[in-house]
């Protein structure tokens, strides 16, 4: 239903910054909501951040809010995840996501990129 394409990921260090891409190719959904979500090894994925595809609405887990910022571009249809303030326990293989309504319930989701993997050295 609908495409999702992953990148931007990479080593980073402690404190440091990276911002994520999420390009929707096609969607036979209309307005799909888009989040991230994140999954660190041996861990369960938990969710991270979504936007509405106008772009307005937004909601962040607790975990993230004021570090993270999820973006959507205007005249593309790509939305961004900017990860500030980076710490070892960030570490995770970061996926997004499509849904049909706006929501941060993973079982939501229909359609799921490959992911991207963030190592963060201490």
């Known amino acids: 239903q609908v495409q999702l394409e992953e990148s931007g990921g990479g080593l980073v260090q402690a404190g440091g910054s990276l911002r994520l891409s999420c390009t929707v190719a096609?969607?036979?959904?209309?307005?799909?909501?888009v989040a991230w979500f994140r999954q660190a090894l041996g861990r369960e994925r938990e969710f991270v951040a979504v936007?509405?595809?106008?772009?307005?609405?937004?909601t962040y887990d607790d975990s993230v809010r004021g570090c993270f910022i999820i973006s959507k571009g205007i005249n593309d249809n790509t939305v961004y995840l900017q990860l500030n303030e980076l710490k070892p326990d960030d570490t995770a293989t970061y996926s997004c996501a499509a849904a049909p309504s706006f929501t941060r319930q993973m079982r939501e989701y229909v359609s799921w990129g490959q992911g991207t993997q963030v190592p963060v050295s201490s």
């Open positions: 096609r969607s036979t959904l209309n307005r799909p909501a």
């Open positions: 936007i509405s595809w106008s772009g307005i609405t937004t």
